[in-house]
């Protein structure tokens, strides 16, 4: 995946996590995330465009993110509810699994990565398509703890020309992103008063 994408999901994850935790108003969000959105499925025309396995499969994978943050943004601005992108994040957590899966072999890192999207994707399917608002706060608190350790981190070292390939490197990112998981879960345990219904939703 492009790095330049990982930066852009980066900062929309950070956002629409503030966001669930009402920090960020949904229309601002809203907007924030079809300008991401947009730019991203730009630049998955583009890679698309230069041909070969390796460029679909990546440009593939900014089209599942860039297509998560335009519907988020539509449906913040213009109200719309939060089923259809929740399920819509069901169906990338799955696809996530899958690309995880084809990684493992080539890059574990990536595949590392493809899984905490999963478990995070999974997170915003719950939320807006199954109602469990209980995890609001664990959800956002995901979202920028893990979505931006694992989206920002990588295309640092992607874009610096250093990317981890060695076993014990894979093992600690893992763990990190781990550990991530476990302190949003345990700062998300706290009662949140909330901001609003997620019936224009602020994350993905």
């Not at 995890?135 to 694992?150: D, H, P």
Request: hydrophobic share 60%.
């Amino acid at each position: 995946m492009s790095y330049i994408c990982l930066l852009l999901s980066g900062a929309a994850l950070l956002i629409n996590g503030l966001g669930l935790l009402g920090r960020v108003p949904a229309r601002d969000s809203g907007f924030f995330n079809l300008a991401i959105g947009a730019l991203q499925l730009g630049i998955a025309l583009l890679i698309a465009s230069t041909g070969g396995t390796g460029a679909a499969t990546s440009a593939a994978g900014i089209v599942l993110f860039g297509l998560t943050y335009l519907y988020v943004g539509l449906s913040s601005v213009a109200g719309l509810g939060s089923a259809g992108v929740g399920w819509f994040c069901g169906f990338v957590a799955v696809l996530a699994l899958g690309f995880a899966a084809t990684s493992a072999a080539r890059d574990p890192l990536t595949s590392v990565l493809w899984l905490s999207w999963a478990v995070l994707w999974t997170l915003f399917f719950l939320l807006l398509a199954r109602g469990a608002a209980r995890l609001t706060s664990v959800t956002a608190w995901s979202a920028i703890l893990v979505g931006t350790c694992s989206t920002v981190l990588p295309a640092a070292l992607g874009l610096t020309g250093v990317w981890p390939t060695d076993v014990t490197a894979v093992i600690i990112s893992a763990v990190v992103l781990g550990v991530l998981y476990a302190v949003a879960a345990t700062v998300g345990a706290r009662p949140v008063q909330p901001v609003a219904a997620p019936r224009t939703p602020v994350t993905a």
